[in-house]
Nanobody, 122 residues
Framework: VQLQASGGGLVQAGDSLRLSCTAS????????VGWFRQAPGKEREFVAG????????YYDDSIKGRFTISMENAKHTVYLDMNSLQPEDTAVYYC????????????????WGRGTQLTVSS
């Protein structure tokens, strides 16, 4: 499967934005899709994950309550809705697929797509 993240841009602090991760095929019951981000000079970090049909959604504590992950299988797409964006959310956002439901560990994921840049100005 190939994944492509999109929807990034330049926003102001407090704004909302939706990122999309579109797959080359429908998601299978074994698929978990994760969102990760990497800020300049920092390591890649887990943001949120969702198992097929939304049976399991999980988040990093740093964004809990502000970000929501969802899946629309008819469109082969996973969304990341981000609210109350802050400058520290500035990063390149990536999506990837795993067969390990609940994983937050990058090496468990494959099919990394090109990321999308989010810049939040203060």
């Amino acid at each position: 499967v190939q994944l492509q993240a999109s929807g990034g841009g330049l926003v102001q602090a407090g704004d909302s934005l939706r990122l999309s991760c579109t797959a080359s095929r429908r998601f299978y019951t074994s698929d978990t899709v994760g969102w990760f981000r990497q800020a300049p000079g920092k390591e890649r970090e887990f943001v949120a994950g969702i198992r097929w049909a939304g049976s399991n959604k999980y988040y990093d504590d740093s964004i809990k309550g502000r970000f929501t992950i969802s899946m629309e299988n008819a469109k082969h797409t996973v969304y990341l809705d981000m609210n109350s964006l802050q400058p520290e959310d500035t990063a390149v956002y990536y999506c990837a697929r795993s067969t390990q439901s609940g994983s937050r560990w990058g090496p468990d994921f494959d099919s990394w797509g090109r990321g999308t840049q989010l810049t939040v100005s203060s």
